[in-house]
C-alpha cells in the first residue's frame, strides 16, 4: 500500500493535467514526487527552495491570479514558520489555497522537534474560514485531496500521516462517521487513531464516532450521538495537541449537561527521539493507555450494542 504522501502526490499529479487552474508550489520538500508532472506542466509545479515564507507568499499570489494554489512541505515548515504569511497573504488577502503537509506531530521522530507541529491546528483555530482534513487512511487523503482542489476558492488544510489505518473509510468532506453505537459517552476518534481507538475501546459500551474533517466541527453529529436532552460524557482522541477540539465540543453541547475529556499529544516537548510507538506511549495514545483513560472517565463497561 502506498503512504499518505505518495498518493497525495499521484492524485495531485492527475488533477494537474485535468484542471488548468491548478498549481502545485513545492519547497524542496516532495519534489521527487512531482518530477513527472514538472516535466509536463513546468509552468505549474514550482520550486521555490528552502523558502516557506516565499511558498505561502507564492501561493498566494497564484490564487489572486486566479489560480488554485497547493502548498507542501513538512506541517512545522508549513504552518509555523510562514504562519504571518498565512494570517496576511491568503487570510488578509481572501485568498484561497490547499495546505498539504506531511510528519504532523512526531511522524518522523528522528527528526527532533523541528520537524514535529503538534499545535498546527490549534494555530490555524486562531485564524478565520479554513477548513482542515486528517485523514487515515491513503484512500482517504485521495478523495479529501479531490475535493480540496474543487472546493472553489477556500482556504483548505490536509494533514498527512506516515501513520495509517488498516482500511479506509467512506469520508465525504463534511461530518463524522459513526463507527460503533453505546450508552455509555462518545468517543470521538481523529484520522489516524482510529483503529487504536477502536482496539481501546472494543467491548466498552460506548459510540464511537470517526472524523477526517475536523473543521468545520461536526456539532451535529456529535448532539445526535450524545441524544436529545441526555447527559453526556465525551472523548476526543486527536492525534496533535491535547484539547485541540474540546472548545468545540464544549460549544456542541453547550445546552447539555456534559463533560468534555481531550486527549493527544501532551504540551510537555519530548526531548528523546525515540520511535513514533515510543511517542504514542509516552503521550498516552497507544490503545493500553487508551483504554485505561476512556474507562475511567465514562465509566464504560462491557457490552456494545452494535458495530459497524
Known amino acids: 500500500m502506498d503512504t499518505m504522501r505518495e498518493r497525495f502526490a499521484s492524485v495531485t499529479s492527475r488533477l494537474l493535467d485535468e484542471e488548468p487552474r491548478l498549481a502545485v ?74 495546505l498539504v503537509s506531511a510528519y504532523g506531530s512526531y511522524d518522523w521522530p528522528a527528526g527532533g522537534y523541528t520537524h514535529m507541529a503538534p499545535g498546527d491546528i490549534a494555530l490555524l483555530d486562531t485564524l478565520d474560514g479554513w477548513t482542515v482534513h486528517v485523514p487515515g487512511h491513503p484512500d482517504e487523503a485521495g478523495t479529501l485531496l479531490r475535493q480540496a482542489v474543487a472546493a472553489g476558492d477556500d482556504k483548505v488544510y490536509v494533514r498527512l500521516s506516515e501513520q495509517t489505518n488498516a482500511a479506509g473509510r467512506p469520508v465525504d468532506g463534511a461530518g463524522f462517521l459513526t463507527v460503533r453505537e453505546g450508552h455509555a459517552g462518545v468517543v470521538v476518534a481523529v484520522g489516524p487513531l482510529l483503529d487504536d481507538v477502536l482496539a481501546a475501546t472494543e467491548g466498552l459500551d460506548v459510540t464511537m464516532l470517526y472524523a477526517t474533517t475536523v473543521r468545520p466541527f461536526d456539532a451535529a453529529a456529535l448532539r445526535a450521538a450524545v441524544g436529545a436532552g441526555r447527559a453526556a460524557d465525551v472523548v476526543l482522541v486527536e492525534p496533535y495537541l491535547a484539547g485541540t ?38 503521550h498516552g495514545l497507544d490503545p493500553a493507555s487508551l483504554r485505561e483513560r476512556i474507562a475511567a472517565f465514562t465509566g464504560a463497561a462491557a457490552g456494545t450494542r452494535a458495530a459497524a
Open 245 to 282: 477540539s474540546t472548545a468545540y465540543a464544549n460549544d456542541a453541547l453547550a445546552d447539555v449537561p456534559h463533560r468534555v475529556l481531550g486527549l493527544g499529544t501532551a504540551r510537555g516537548e519530548l526531548r528523546r527521539y525515540g520511535t513514533v510507538p515510543e511517542h504514542l506511549r509516552a
Open 25 to 98: 508550489v513545492l519547497a524542496e520538500i516532495g519534489t521527487d514526487g512531482f518530477a513527472a508532472a514538472a516535466r509536463r506542466h513546468p509552468d505549474r509545479v514550482l520550486n521555490v527552495g528552502i523558502r516557506e515564507q516565499l511558498l505561502v507568499g507564492v501561493g498566494g499570489g497564484l490564487a489572486l491570479a486566479g489560480m488554485r494554489p497547493v502548498l507542501h512541505t513538512f506541517a512545522s515548515f508549513l504552518v509555523e514558520r510562514p504562519f504571518e504569511q498565512l494570517k496576511l497573504d491568503l487570510g488578509h488577502q481572501d485568498a484561497g489555497a490547499v
